[in-house]
């Protein structure tokens, strides 16, 4: 069976613990607790500026060098803008093997822009899409959002979906927003608390997938670095990619 070891993180604009902006020490954190757990997919929220222009915080080139993996906006559409490094603050690494067959943004409705970036990969011969996103705090717009990428699911390949991000969904269940009522396809994994830092209690991260995978080995990565660098502590998760069918 085929396996993606996944990390998210909403790393809160470079803002750490201690009222400080410093996005070095966020690339410095995801050398000392991101790196060793060789990721093959690596999804960052809130990661360019939060107005227009949607401006780059972070070095790229050097998280990509850190990690291994490749930085996917390179291509203009995939992008905000020409100073952002991503598409509204939803950066997405992969690992050289996971080729691009297809990739698009996905624009959400609400009160504050949000956004999805799509990638359709293959793992080991099994084609399946890789959706990285940032939901609204409000369930009622959390479900709108969902709606739209089911929308955009269903319009494309069926293969499987892994959708992985700040998703802020409070509760410590599902969710209704990732429900197949909602999305089309039921999207499930563990819920573990990631905010706030000092002593999480909110399951606001998540790594989830529709079948027949499943997410497994799902922790958070509790480290200093991580720790005083951002609101948020990141999630860890392995993903079962699977034939559908299976």
Not at 134 to 147: D, Y
């Amino acid at each position: 069976m085929a396996k993606l070891s996944c990390v998210t993180w909403n790393i809160h604009r470079a803002k750490g613990q201690d009222g400080r902006v410093d996005p070095d020490r966020i690339v410095d954190a995801i050398g000392s607790a991101i790196v060793p757990l060789a990721p093959d997919v690596f999804a960052l929220q809130e990661a360019d500026g939060a107005c227009r222009p949607h401006a780059r915080i972070i070095d790229v080139e050097r998280i990509s060098e850190l990690t291994g993996l490749d930085y996917i906006h390179d291509q203009p559409g995939l992008r905000w803008g020409p100073q952002s490094d991503g598409f509204l603050g939803t950066i997405l690494f992969l690992h050289p093997e996971l080729k691009r067959l297809h990739a698009d943004v996905i624009d959400l409705p609400g009160h504050c822009h949000r956004g999805a970036i799509s990638v359709e990969t293959k793992v080991h011969g099994r084609e399946c899409r890789i959706i990285s996103t940032h939901l609204s705090l409000s369930q009622p717009l959390r479900i709108m959002q969902m709606r739209v990428i089911g929308q955009y699911i269903r319009r494309r390949p069926q293969m499987q979906t892994l959708l992985l991000g700040d998703l802020n969904e409070w509760s410590p269940w599902r969710g209704l927003a990732f429900s197949r009522t909602v999305v089309g396809t039921a999207l499930r994994g563990p819920s573990k608390a990631t905010f706030p830092t000092g002593r999480p209690l909110l399951p606001l991260d998540r790594i989830l997938t529709d079948a027949p995978g499943r997410v497994s080995a799902a922790f958070v990565i509790d480290h200093p670095d991580t720790n005083l660098a951002s609101d948020h502590r990141p999630l860890h998760g392995d993903v079962d990619i699977c034939e559908m069918g299976e």
